[in-house]
T-cell receptor, first 114, second 116 residues
């Protein structure tokens, strides 16, 4: 019973590099989302998906790309990393696409862009 | 857009004393409200939710929250704090994305420090 698994846990990137943050869930949840957490700003929604093939932008989508080809996986791509993307990234999943109930969060990826 | 505000960056309480972590909301329509907790270097954990019904909602680890429509508040409470309750607490509200699907909007968080 793994829940939501995020990899890697830590990553250092150079400005301009690209990378993919992985998120996988084994609960057959229809709804998955990506948040970033910055000091004093809480969690801000980047992108979310309500099912395979369906994604939408959140509050801070610029510089990030997502796709949802399977129910289980929801990777987050940084196209050209910038220091402003230094943050802790959380993936979450839920069974309720219309209620936002009881999200299950991964343990996070701490990203530093130098 | 829906929003929640947590007016306190930090709350300090002595072990054994009651604790309150404040949250106010701004929504159109009926609010769906949530509390989450984050322990150091961990993801967020769901504590409780208010959808409809009783204004006093009970959740995990002995926490409860009181929904007050007239004051647009949803404060988190516990009768007797434990040192292990020390963590970052987030209030959240159901919001709506551009495509009409629901999302979750979080407050900035309140650090709770319980001293022995």
């Amino acid at each position: 019973n793994a829940g939501v698994t995020q990899t890697p846990k830590f990553q250092v990137l150079k400005t301009g590099q690209s990378m993919t943050l992985q998120c996988a869930q084994d609960m057959n949840h229809e709804y998955m989302s990506w948040y970033r957490q910055d000091p004093g700003m809480g969690l801000r929604l980047i992108h979310y998906s309500v099912g395979a093939g369906i994604t939408d932008q959140g509050e801070v989508p610029n510089g990030y790309n997502v796709s949802r080809s399977t129910t289980e996986d929801f990777p987050l791509r940084l196209l050209s990393a910038a220091p402003s993307q230094t943050s802790v990234y959380f993936c979450a999943s839920s069974t309720e696409s219309r209620g936002g109930y009881g999200y299950t969060f991964g343990s996070g990826t701490r990203l530093t862009v130098v | 857009a829906q929003s929640v505000a947590q007016p306190e960056d930090q709350v300090n309480v002595a072990e054994g004393n009651p604790l309150t972590v404040k949250c106010t909301y701004s929504v159109s329509g009926n609010p769906y409200l949530f509390w989450y907790v984050q322990y150091p270097n961990r993801g967020l954990q769901f504590l409780l939710k208010y959808i409809t019904g009783d204004n006093l909602v009970k959740g995990s680890y002995g926490f409860e929250a009181e929904f007050n429509k007239s004051q647009t508040s949803f404060h988190l409470k516990k009768p007797s704090a434990l040192v292990s309750d020390s963590a970052l607490y987030f209030c959240a509200v159901r919001d709506w994305g551009n495509s009409g699907y629901s999302t979750l909007t979080f407050g900035k968080g309140t650090m709770l420090l319980v001293s022995p």
